[in-house]
């Protein structure tokens, strides 16, 4: 065994995105490609001598490859230890947890989160910081940066390490501890909810059925939901990860958890149904008959967080990223909290969550969270809910139309259009971004726009600033459009318009949403000449 030191130059298009690094898997297998970027983490970070990393990923294919490199790479820079999920694997959020909980200088996970995997799908590879949240743009910055000067990489010429078998072994002088990926996150799990409760539920004929979608969660939630919580056999569906997650996209949305959707939609169906996504920091919720949009939820959770032991005491205060409804602002507003308006990417709440200036954050793209870890976290959201369910008694779809009295009904939803020729749709924002000043007092669709403007945040707690966030545009009656342009993609560029509009007629709220959010839509397409740009006459995906 020793330590190779390899001549290599600098690769083009490192940059991290919204979340992490994210590339065609054959552009990862690529000469160098892998090795280059870790390299430019620990170059990015000050190297990792002495340090305590975690790792682990969604287990799709070429993770298991990918980790070894991880490991030889870490031993050969002087790692003092690494924290390794068995087989490789470890949810998102239970990567954050073991961060935490060891007091560790961070973490890789190997993931694309929810986007398709196989050898002609996507991989991804991200840093998790200390505090086990994504790598502020601060870091990030400094990775891309190390990206650009890279001339040379160190690895330890070694066999594959064991990672089937728990316990510790060495690699040179470095100690890879493999672990249970998911005794740990249990454990925390059942110190935030209240098991007896739902395992109540359970006990008293509530069905439910939850689509792991052949991906990480599926023996996170075979452990919890059905093991701990004694939900029936075959309540968790697809619970087998895959590496190309049964040739899915696992992505939990009504579009891509179509089989679970139209079971809940269907005669005879669950009491509840959920959905998490390739890394498990996902979810989709839906009740019977009733789906809950992501911006829903983390206002529904917000609002009836106290019946759950972790939050009894109430919240500091919610956070969302700007393009996600503002059903939360209300519920925020009621209960006399703070609420943050962030951009979108997770790592934009970790400021927050460890100041203690919010206690639950959400964003539209399926992901909920809390201060209990860094990342958003799927089985988390999904386990509040039934906390929820087990302590009102309330169909889901009750819960909701009550919701909605109580506080309106923000119908929203967001049209994408994928795979659309990238200059095409920068020539699309960076018309519109010109023409935001004058568009206040125009009319579009019958509407008239009262405010228009470029978000950018200035971070509460550092105050560090980013800008460039997404263009957004306020209409007549609470109706407000959002333009930008995907950072996860890894073919063109996806351009993302998120449509919401406040119901307050609680005889107006049972609308389907597409048809309530017509004028909205209609104003978009007028305001932003999406068809004449793109040469898109619809979205590819409506969720
Ligand atoms: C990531 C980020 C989220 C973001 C989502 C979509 O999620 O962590 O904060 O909302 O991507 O980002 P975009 O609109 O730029 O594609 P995940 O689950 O893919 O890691």
């Known amino acids: 065994m020793s330590v190779q030191t390899i001549a290599t130059q600098p690769i083009e298009g490192q940059k991290p995105g919204t979340s992490g690094l994210r590339k065609k898997t054959r552009v990862f297998q690529g000469h160098h490609y892998l090795e280059n970027f870790i390299q430019s983490i620990w170059n990015g970070i000050g190297g990792v001598a002495g340090k305590t990393l975690v790792l682990g990923g969604d287990g799709r294919h070429f993770n298991a490859e990918a980790a070894q490199v991880v490991l030889r790479m870490a031993a050969a820079s002087g790692a003092a230890k690494v924290i390794v999920g068995q087989n490789a694997l470890l949810s998102t959020?239970?990567?954050?947890?073991?961060?935490?909980?060891?007091g560790t200088d961070g973490g890789i996970i190997l993931s694309a989160s929810h986007n398709p995997g196989g050898p002609d799908g996507d991989f991804g590879v991200k840093f998790n910081t200390p505090n086990g949240g994504?790598?502020?743009e601060s870091v990030t910055n400094k990775i891309f940066e190390a990206t650009?000067?890279?001339?040379?990489y160190r690895i330890f010429e070694a066999q594959d390490v064991n990672l089937s078998i728990l316990g510790a072994s060495m690699l040179g002088d470095t100690e890879?501890?493999?672990?249970d990926p998911v005794a740990e996150y249990a454990k925390l799990m059942e110190r935030l909810f209240d098991f007896g409760a739902i395992r109540a539920l359970f006990e008293g004929g509530f069905r439910m059925r939850f689509d792991a979608m052949h991906a990480v969660t599926g023996p996170y939630a075979t452990a919890i939901l059905e093991d701990r919580l004694g939900a029936a056999p075959g309540t968790v569906v697809n619970g087998i990860p895959l590496p190309d997650f049964g040739k899915g996209h696992p992505d939990p949305n009504p579009i891509w958890a179509k089989t679970l959707m139209d079971e809940m939609m269907g005669a005879d169906a669950p009491d509840f149904g959920a959905a998490s996504d390739g890394d498990g920091d996902r979810n989709m919720i839906v009740g019977r008959g009733c789906y809950v949009t992501p911006s829903d939820s983390l206002a529904v959770l917000a609002a009836n967080a106290t019946v759950v032991p972790a939050y009894a005491e109430g919240l500091k205060g919610v956070a969302r990223s700007m393009?996600?409804?503002?059903?939360?602002?209300?519920?925020?507003?009621?209960?006399?909290?703070d609420c943050y308006e962030t951009p979108t990417g997770w790592k934009f709440f970790g400021n927050l969550l460890d100041a203690g200036r919010a206690t639950l954050c959400g964003e539209e793209s399926a992901g909920t969270g809390s201060d209990h870890v860094r990342e958003k976290d799927g089985l988390w959201a999904v386990l509040f809910w039934l906390n929820i369910l087990a302590a009102k008694g309330q169909p889901v779809s009750e819960l909701m139309a009550a919701h909605w009295r109580d506080f309106g009904r923000n119908y929203y939803s967001r049209h994408d259009y994928e795979g659309v020729d990238s200059a095409a749709a920068n020539a699309l924002m960076d018309d519109l971004r010109a023409r935001l000043a004058d568009l206040p007092g125009t009319e579009a669709a019958g509407l008239t726009v009262e405010a228009a403007d470029e978000f950018a945040y200035d971070d509460p707690v550092d105050g560090s600033r980013s800008e460039g966030q997404g263009l957004r545009i306020d209409l007549t009656g609470g109706a407000r459009i959002v333009l930008r342009l995907s950072g996860t993609g890894t073919e063109g560029a996806t351009l993302r318009v998120y449509l919401e509009r406040l119901e307050a007629d609680p005889d107006k709220m049972d609308a389907d949403p597409q048809e309530a959010l017509a004028p909205v839509i209609a104003a978009a397409n007028h305001i932003a000449g999406i068809a004449d740009r793109t040469g898109r006459t619809a979205p590819d995906v409506i969720t």
């Open 93 to 102: 959020p239970a990567a954050s947890n073991l961060i935490r909980d060891r």
């Open 134 to 136: 994504p790598a502020p």
């Open 148 to 152: 650009k000067t890279l001339t040379e």
């Open 176 to 179: 890879i501890e493999v672990v």
């Open 323 to 337: 393009p996600t409804s503002r059903a939360v602002d209300r519920v925020a507003a009621h209960l006399g909290i």
